[in-house]
């Protein structure tokens, strides 16, 4: 129970990564408050989990109250904030030269502006007393895959931010960390594997990229994250975590 009475917002926390490291930090004896789009979904992990040690803020992290009010209900029903992480994100994939500019603005409002919210929001209330962030960046932040340059672009932004944010914050003895994962069989992911024509070749295809040879559990990433968060990692701060299965060591 590495987080026993720790209180914890975790963004996008209704599905893949987020659910997993939801589950992993109440596991870990944390309390949570989830932020997320989707109202029913919230409800129903709520229901399922329990409300004496998880809440929900329903909106999407681009707007521009919603890091307030997920650091206030944090604040009102588990105590002071320790953890943050920054979950939330949307992929995108489009040609480059005729990705327009709306889309552009709309892939860096969720992937770099929302989560700096966050952060900002979180640092303040963290000031002092310290506490742990974990930016959720990806595998395009440092490597590039076909027709992802906009999307690995938001996430770069967000690692550079990881580290900026670590040296600034450390007087506060706030660590701000980063972890990278790879292709990570999520419902998303497998939305966008049963649409191509030969859904089961297409997935054997992508996990023979990977060197271990399969797509990443969601649970393996919520794992990095919480170590990230624990005391464990009281000497790292400013380091981005690759859970790639060897994708970028290549």
């Given at each position: ?69 997920a ?26 030269l ?27 209330a ?17 490597v ?5 340059a ?39 992911i ?61």
């Amino acid at each position: 129970m590495r987080l026993e009475g720790r209180c914890a917002i975790v963004t996008g926390a209704t599905q893949g990564i987020g659910l997993a490291t939801t589950q992993r930090l109440l596991d870990e004896g944390a309390r949570v408050v989830m932020v997320a789009r989707n109202r029913e979904r919230c409800e129903g992990v709520v229901a399922e989990l329990g409300e004496e040690r998880v809440a929900f803020v329903a909106a999407s992290i681009d707007d521009a109250g919603t890091a307030a009010a997920a650091v206030t209900l944090a604040q009102e029903r588990f105590g002071p904030l320790d953890i943050l992480v920054n979950n939330a994100g949307m992929d995108y994939t489009s040609d480059l030269l005729t990705t327009p500019m709306a889309d552009v603005e709309l892939v860096f409002a969720v992937n770099f502006f929302g989560a700096l919210r966050m952060l900002q929001a979180a640092a303040l209330a963290m000031a002092g007393r310290g506490g742990s962030i974990v930016n959720v960046t990806s595998q395009q932040a440092n490597v590039y895959v076909d027709s992802l340059a906009v999307y690995g672009a938001s996430k770069a932004a967000l690692q550079t931010l990881t580290r900026g944010a670590a040296v600034e914050l450390a007087p506060q003895r706030i660590r701000v960390n980063a972890v990278a994962p790879g292709l990570t069989d999520t419902p998303m992911i497998t939305t966008w594997v049963d649409d191509q024509a030969d859904p089961v070749a297409f997935r054997a295809a992508e996990a023979a990229r990977i060197p271990i040879g399969r797509l990443i559990d969601p649970g393996e990433v919520a794992a990095a994250i919480a170590y990230l968060a624990s005391d464990e990692a009281a000497s790292v701060t400013g380091a981005s975590l690759a859970v790639d299965g060897g994708y970028t060591a290549r």
